[in-house]
């Protein structure tokens, strides 16, 4: 029976992961389509959208995305088309078999094995992994890597076969190029690993191992620092993201103008920023944000579900007594250095409590979970236990299932730039009927200063030929910019595409409206209209 | 040092504590006069919060045709587990090492409790649980209990559970050598200093 808990765990992983991959979320995001796109274009010319070749990141829309999951998602564009499906699969898939390595990875840290796959269970339904998983996440590409790179780095540790060294240092580097919170926690956590494990590490008998490993280090490391140092692609989201762009931070910083000494020794900047800093990373040790509303599918104050199951609050705090009370140091060490740096990267960041960037954490909830897993086993009641846990948990989980199908969509389709798919289907079908279609790149319902990029969902939609596109920069005829109503409807047989915002007070009559689009949450999305024919044509 | 003592030193040096010296003093009394009233505005404001889940229960029985799962999902027992997890956050540890609650109950831009006792604090809950000392961390649970009820996010009362942290810091350093301990106190005896004059500083600019 052992044998098949594996392929079952990731069977349960696959059918949370794939089931109406494309419907939810209900829209290709930004990211995605950009993802996707890049990745046809590198099938087809072996350049990006700006017509690099083979880039180690992707400009895009000028926020340099890590290469990985661009890459990863080549052959499936290859197998199935430029479709929404290939795009969100290799997330699904790695999301999937997460799970297989962070089970075999429990056991190496010699957790009770039916407690490994009762971990294994829990993360395969577990929210927080579901959703990141389902589209196409870098963030989900550089977990499986990190889980895969420390399982083979113990498995190392334990039979000192060079493979595993190899294959563990691969890991823990694509880990650092699929996604930017890695940039920071891998380094400091494969550290942490080394100082735990040293005595375990003979230097001396591995001399030789270890100059390969570091040799097969460079070679994804001196291409990083290159790009670090001689291009923006790192600094640029570092500076985008960066905690001091934070109002609150910056305006009580003295930039190093201080009125006097006093002003100088007790309000420094270095401890106005480490105080800043402080706060954002206690945060995330928020019972709030942890089990009820970490995940934020709905808009504040409504019904939301937590990073982790509200059901898994006794295991959870059973798993920290476990540990506590634990004569596996190195178990102990292990959870408490990923427990505290987990949440690390995303707190330097700008936004509060950020799901995604401290989607890193995931294992050391694993292991407490595991851990509390253990000591239910042990426990007297552990039946009675154990049916009351599986009860709750499927209300849990059908409660998180209809907040995502069901209530998500009406809040946050805008989020999803829900609207883009529709329009650049109709407008890849009709096009022949028109001139031009002028889109705007007004979006949403917020107000009339949010923008998005239609282009990349012309791009993505209508098969764009890539080569043609970074060539000219532009796509035959479609044209994207804010709509001024008094010049563009004066341009005969038009199609013009926008949101509201552009046209709030312009006058245009019912029959020159042909579709609109709205948003799930039946807020107007996109009015579709037509300019008149010219004499010609008629 | 025994744990008394090092228990009232840090009692002493603590922000939150010297703070009341500072401001009004009869503020605290003020606010407790007041508890009742704010105990019986926080039981009753439980369950009339339900905007959001009518709207979701209509959203589901009418948009989607699933009426029973709109009452069995959304009910009045969600708020219940919602008051439940608010109830543990009144032990979050930002509150007490970072933010305080931002009102005159609290030193300004400093930390009611310094931080660097943090960790120690946490090291002391975890010694507790080794220990099997099982009653300081149900007394632990149950002190925030009087900040929850009053549904105030005032740091008069939400002070038993500072005084909790506090003791298991002091639990903590109680078993490090007396070397060490002197170190660490001394340092945080300078640290406090520094957070008088930084308020000080921050009073009078």
Redesign the interface.
Known sequence: MKKYLLPILFFVAVIFRFWQLTKYPVSLSMDETAIGYNAYSILKTGKDEWGEFLPLAFKSAGDYKPPVNVYLTVPFIAIFGLTEFATRLPSALLGSLTIVFLVLLLIKLKVNSKAAYFAGLWLSILPWHIHFSRASFEAVTALFFLVTGTYLFISWIENKKLFHLITSIVCFSLSVWSYHSERLFVPIFVIGLIFLYRQQIDFQKVKKQIIIGLLVLSVFAIPFIKLFFLTPAIKTRAAVTSIFRETTLSNALHHGKYLNTQDFIFDNDIYITFRHWLGKYLNYYNFQFIFLDGMQFTKPGYPNVGIIYLVDLPIFLLGIFYLVKSKNNLLKKITLLWFLLGPLSASFTMNEQHPLRSLVWIPAFSIIIACGFEQVLKLKIKKIFLISYFVFLSINVLYFIDIYKYQSPKHFSEYWQYGYKQIAQYACENKDKYDEIIISDTFGSDGPLNTGLPYLYILFYCHQDPQKFYQTKRIEKFSFHQITWETDSLKPNRLIITSPWDVLNSKISEEQIIKKINFLNDKSAFIFITTKTNDKQK | MTIKKIFILLIIISPFFWWQFVVKPNLIFQKYIQSPKFIQTKISSIFTNTQ??S??RW??ATK?N?PF?ARF??NKS?LL??EF??Y??G????YY???GSGQIDCPP?I?PIA?FLLPISFLGI?RL??KSQFKIILIGLISCFLGYITGQNSFYFFFPTALFYLYTGAYELSFWSKKYQYIFLAFLIIYSI?LF??VN??IHS
């Not at chain 2, 032990?91 to 930002?94: E, I, K």
């Open positions: 959001y889940i709207e979701f959203n589901d989607d699933r799962a999902f959304y969600q587990i919602n997890i608010y543990l956050n032990l979050n540890p930002r090492f970072q933010s831009n930390e931080i975890f649980i080794k520094f004059f930084r500083l921050i």
